[in-house]
Each structure stands twice: as C-alpha cells, then as structure tokens.
C-alpha cells in the first residue's frame, strides 16, 4: 500500500504566495507522474499541475506562468508553488500519484489540503 500526504494548505491574500508538499510513501518500486488536482464546491475534479518520472510537466491554462510544480525523486515529493493567488484558487486540493508498486502501476490520492484565497 501507498500513501500520500500532503501539507502547505491555508489562507492566503490575493496576490500571496503558498507552497504545497505532497510525500509518497510505501511499497513503492518507482513512480511514472505525480501532480496536483483541484476541486472547488459545486465543480468537478480538474487537474492543477503534474510532473512525470522523466521531468516533463502539464498544467492547466488557468494556472500557467503563475505555478510551478517539481519533484525531488530521492524524496519521492512532489511540489506545487502557488504565486499570485487568485480567489478562483480557492479549492481543495489532491496530490495524485500514479505508483508501480510491483509491476503494476496504480493511481494513489492524498486526503486534501484546502486552500483559500481572500479578495
């Protein structure tokens, strides 16, 4: 079993700055993507930032040139700088992992950290 936690969570400004860690840990045998998702009340579970094995990184449009998302492998963690918050930020959000424990890959999420932005 797998399991990811996750903290950096809180109340911001808009225009602040949050930074969110999100550690793997278990039977892990390598991890092909870590990343973030986000969900606000009222809207569906959509995809933040993710980061593969290989570096390469996906974010959505609404949070480009504002976050930053990296991985320390050694540490299996995964990372997403949050700056110039903005109130449509505001969400619950998930690190998601997708683990190869054995030789089967599976997808692993974190409880959820909530982030607030205030106007």
């Known amino acids: 079993q797998v399991q990811l936690v996750e903290s950096g969570g809180g109340l911001v400004q808009a225009g602040g700055s949050l930074r969110l860690s999100c550690a793997a840990s278990?039977?892990?045998?390598?991890?092909?993507?870590m990343g973030w998702y986000r969900q606000a009340p009222g809207k569906q579970r959509e995809l933040v930032a993710a980061i593969l094995s290989g570096g390469r990184t996906n974010y959505a449009d609404s949070v480009k040139g504002r976050f930053t998302v990296s991985r320390d492998n050694a540490k299996n963690t995964v990372y997403l700088q949050m700056n110039s918050l903005k109130p449509e930020d505001s969400a619950v959000y998930y690190c998601?992992?997708?683990?190869?424990?054995?030789?089967?890959?599976?997808?692993?999420w974190g409880q959820g950290t909530q982030v607030t932005v205030s106007s």
């Open positions: 998601n992992s997708r683990v190869v424990t054995y030789i089967i890959e599976h997808e692993y």
């Open positions: 278990g039977r892990i045998r390598s991890i092909n993507a």
